[in-house]
């Protein structure tokens, strides 16, 4: 709700969310649906649109698209369908899409999301299955427009929400958890900078207390959480303002400017019925049952909510570093192989919130991946707990391992930072300190204990930081 000249409004969204599904072969031919790629090169006759051929569905895209619908509490159609959507553009060389229109696999669904007024259930209204359509390269002089097929035919589901978000942290709270499940689904990977997560923000106002919603506009071409944040304050100011000044907002499909902060008109939006949608007769209707329904739902994974109460529950953690290890799967994953392999949960975390986040930070890592294996973060802490490496050199030798996956064993023995832990030696060694520094050993032995401290810095120089303070203070004591 806000006030604009006098009146107030409630901003009404609703999202269209597509995703690129992490398949290894298109939607309706063999062709790789990797990303990127030499222009055209991951292209055939069905994905190019050459006449007489035919699609023929990937199985795999059902079921990614379905186990996203499940983590997303939407019902399953049984006997889903596709249609065509007709329109012609020079990244659809078909001249359709095939797409989803009378009968989409998931419908009805829902996401609970924190919000400043308490937990609020957004609902879905459906999650369709459709191909991508190619990507155009214009020239910067404009007179030359060239087209990328590869993109074409790859795997996309489309989620449509119902209109039920009221501000752009409402939006902002769905997508974040939309995108956690379907990451940790290992549907998609989600990255808006590489298009394989796009929203479309659909947007309308309403005077206070009024029932029915206004003229809404579709907002394009938002490449980040930021830009969707900062297009729909900018879009509800422009319809306040438009509706102040002239009582209505024109039904159009706008694109962001997220350089210059504003919104430009695109076209004025299309009907359904300016796609004149048909059944699809190249492929026939789907048959799911109900048992291929309940196994994909049993195979679900734990999702954040549940791996993190579990985090708290098991591992002896805070909610916040629970939260912390398990904001990306990879995170949640690594953390549990780490804290299996060394036994030591408190310490993997330590290391993975405190050490491991700062240096991918420093590194401009975006990516969750992290960059070591379990085996020798685990192998570090063993390395620490025994005593073999103190805190400041298990540093370093982390800061080797994050850049080169080094064993970190292997390092410290290379660079002879391991400590002395052979008490045979330390004693040997600390005899030596006692014999060169005669003179604070006569005044401890007659009652000036502050020079104890200096006898075991002594220690410490001779074993060059290595010994356990500890065992050392022990011996020293034993000797003195
Ligand atoms: P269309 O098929 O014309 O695109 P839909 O009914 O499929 O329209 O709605 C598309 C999206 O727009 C949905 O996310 C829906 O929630 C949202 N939406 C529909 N009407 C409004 C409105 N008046 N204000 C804001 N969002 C709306
Ligand atoms: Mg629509
Ligand atoms: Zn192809």
């Not at 002896?316 to 392999?341: H, R």
């Not at 401009?364 to 400041?392: C, M, V």
């Not at 220690?459 to 004591?477: C, E, N, S």
């Amino acid at each position: 709700m806000f006030s604009y000249n006098g009146m107030d409004y409630e901003t009404v969204i609703g999202l269209e969310v597509h995703i690129e599904l992490l398949t290894k072969t298109k939607i309706f031919c063999a062709c790789s649906a990797a990303f990127g790629g030499e222009p055209n090169t991951h292209t055939c006759p069905v994905c190019t649109g050459q006449p007489g051929s035919l699609p023929v569905l990937n199985r795999r895209v059902v079921e990614l698209a379905a186990a996203v619908g499940l983590a997303l509490n939407c019902t399953i159609e049984k006997r889903p369908r596709f249609d065509r959507k007709n329109y012609f553009y020079p990244d659809n060389p078909q001249n359709y899409q095939i797409s989803q229109l009378y009968a989409p696999l998931c419908q009805n669904g829902f996401l609970d999301v924190e919000t400043e007024e308490g937990e609020k259930r957004l609902r879905i209204h459906e999650i369709h299955m459709e191909e991508d359509a190619g990507k155009l390269l214009h020239s910067p002089e404009g007179d030359v427009s060239f087209v990328d097929y590869n993109r074409a035919g790859v795997p996309l589901i489309e989620i449509v929400t119902e209109p039920d978000m009221r501000n752009a942290d409402e939006v902002l709270a769905f997508l974040e958890k939309l995108r956690l499940r379907v990451q940790y689904l290992g549907a998609s990977d989600c990255r808006m900078n590489e298009g394989s997560l796009r929203v479309d923000v659909n947007l309308s106002l309403r005077k206070k207390g009024e029932k029915t919603l206004g003229t809404r506009t579709e907002m394009k071409n938002l490449n980040s959480f930021r830009a969707v944040k900062r297009a729909i304050e900018a879009e509800a100011l422009r319809q306040a303002k438009l509706l102040s000044e002239h009582g209505s907002v024109e039904q159009e499909t706008r694109r962001w400017d997220d350089g210059e902060g504003v919104s430009y008109p695109m076209r004025s939006k299309e009907d359904v019925s300016d796609y004149r949608y048909f059944p699809e007769p190249d492929l026939p209707g789907l048959i799911l049952t109900d048992e291929w329904i309940e196994d994909l739902r049993k195979g679900l994974p734990e999702f954040r909510e549940e791996k993190r109460r579990r985090f708290v529950k098991d591992y002896g953690l805070t909610d916040y570093d629970a939260g912390v290890l398990t904001a990306s799967k990879d995170m949640a994953d690594f953390f549990e192989t780490t804290a299996a392999l060394c036994n030591n949960p408190k310490k993997t975390a330590n290391w993975l919130m405190g050490e491991t986040l700062r240096l991918k930070r420093e590194a401009g890592q975006t990516e969750d991946k992290i960059p070591f294996s379990p085996e020798h973060l685990a192998k570090l802490i063993r390395l620490t707990e025994e005593g073999k490496l103190n805190s400041t050199l298990a540093k370093e030798v982390f800061f080797v391992m994050f850049r080169e996956d080094k064993d970190p064993l292997e390092e410290a023995e290379e660079r002879g930072l391991l400590a002395v832990t052979d008490e045979e030696t330390m004693r040997k060694q600390i005899k030596e300190v006692l014999s060169e520094n005669p003179g604070p050993v006569e005044q401890y032995r007659s009652g000036t204990e502050k020079v104890f401290g200096f006898l075991v810095g002594q220690t410490m120089k001779k074993l060059k930081g290595k010994g356990d303070p500890a065992v050392i203070q022990r011996i020293l004591k034993e000797e003195l």
